[in-house]
T-cell receptor, first 109, second 113 residues
Framework: GENVEQHPSTLSVQEGDSAVIKCTYS??????FPWYKQELGKGPQLIID?????GEKKDQRIAVTLNKTAKHFSLHITETQPEDSAVYFC????????FGAGTRLTVKP | DAGVIQSPRHEVTEMGQEVTLRCKPI?????LFWYRQTMMRGLELLIY????????DSGMPEDRFSAKMPNASFSTLKIQPSEPRDSAVYFC???????????FGSGTRLTVV
């Protein structure tokens, strides 16, 4: 089955800096790669996604890149703000969704 | 739409008791998923349904766990008997088949003492 690895497990940045989270996946049949943000006491919320026929997607301060050959994808957050602090999960989807272990992002004001 | 609704939000039970977690998916979503989240193992897929039919239950940890979806608007996850190691946050999620972004509920925090 699919195995998703996510790095780093924790990330601390200064407000205004950029944050990058990286994931790799094992199943070449996976064709959809969402990113979720989970705040304390809440369920994960979809923030951006990318399909396998696209190399990059951007939504305001958030962007995701995908390298299908290398089977890795990344989340980029620019101009970070304290409210970006949360746990971020990457995932890969073939028939079902498998998650990475999560990255705890802390943005210091 | 109110989103995916889970109940209860918190459940504390004694070891050996039966626990039932409930989920109401978003209307029109054909897929329903149950996940378990712990610090040690992260988000684990337990089982998922398509059009009320269980498709893959390979993530269900033991026979003590069972899940049903009697209709398109309701699903249950049952643990009988419960054990302390079942303590976790259990999430339900639903999605359309052609829009695979899942919508998660707020979760049920289960504590077995």
């Amino acid at each position: 089955g699919e195995n998703v690895e996510q790095h780093p497990s924790t990330l601390s940045v200064q407000e205004g800096d950029s944050a990058v989270i990286k994931c790799t996946y094992s199943d070449s049949a996976s064709n959809y790669f969402p990113w979720y943000k989970q705040e304390l006491g809440k369920g994960p919320q979809l923030i951006i996604d990318i399909r396998s026929n696209v190399g990059e997607k951007k939504d305001q301060r958030i962007a995701v890149t995908l390298n299908k050959t290398a089977k890795h994808f990344s989340l980029h957050i620019t101009e970070t703000q304290p409210e970006d602090s949360a746990v971020y999960f990457c995932a890969a989807v073939n028939n079902d969704m498998r998650f990475g272990a999560g990255t705890r992002l802390t943005v210091k004001p | 739409d109110a989103g995916v609704i889970q109940s209860p939000r918190h459940e504390v039970t004694e070891m050996g008791q039966e626990v039932t977690l409930r989920c109401k998916p978003i209307s029109g979503h054909d897929y329903l998923f149950w996940y378990r989240q712990t610090m040690m193992r992260g988000l684990e897929l337990l089982i998922y349904f398509n059009n009320n039919v269980p498709i893959d239950d390979s993530g269900m940890p033991e026979d003590r766990f069972s899940a049903k979806m009697p209709n398109a608007s309701f699903s249950t996850l049952k643990i009988q008997p419960s054990e302390p190691r079942d303590s976790a946050v259990y999430f339900c999620a639903s999605s359309f088949p052609d829009l695979p972004g899942y919508t998660f509920g707020s979760g049920t925090r289960l504590t077995v003492v």
